[in-house]
Nanobody
Framework: QVQLQESGPGLVKPSQTLSLTCTVS??????????WSWIRQPPGKGLEWMGA???????YYRPSLNSRTSISRDTSKNQFTLQLSSLTPEDTAVYYC???????????????WGQGTQVTVSS
């Protein structure tokens, strides 16, 4: 039932900040045990988990991206957002939002995914 939809620019310039929004329908981002995540896939490479925000607003980031990444939420709109700063061409990827389930500190897997959105970093 839960659906996720990414939105944001498809083309951004190096050194700028990427802002993507995930709109969630069919469920609340404040529901217990759900974590709302961003994952990306550069061309020819595997999936890379970037970070997540929990149902209570706690954030978690991949260490290598921690300094450039910010995930926030707007519970009134049932949305969460990704901001990735200091972009380089290596940030070119398909970006996905997804739902994870974490119960009592134990990861229980991914649930729904968005369809993904292509982001190209180029001047």
């Amino acid at each position: 039932q839960v659906q996720l939809q990414e939105s944001g620019p498809g083309l951004v310039k190096p050194s700028q900040t990427l802002s993507l929004t995930c709109t969630v329908s069919g469920g609340s981002i404040s529901t217990n045990d759900y974590y709302w995540s961003w994952i990306r896939q550069p061309p020819g490479k595997g999936l890379e988990w970037m970070g997540a925000i929990s149902y209570s607003g706690n954030t978690y980031y991949r260490p290598s991206l921690n300094s450039r990444t910010s995930i926030s939420r707007d519970t009134s709109k049932n949305q969460f957002t990704l901001q990735l700063s200091s972009l380089t061409p290596e940030d070119t990827a398909v970006y996905y939002c997804a739902r994870e389930v974490v119960v009592a500190g134990t990861w229980a897997g991914f649930g729904s995914w968005g369809q993904g959105t292509q982001v190209t970093v180029s001047s």
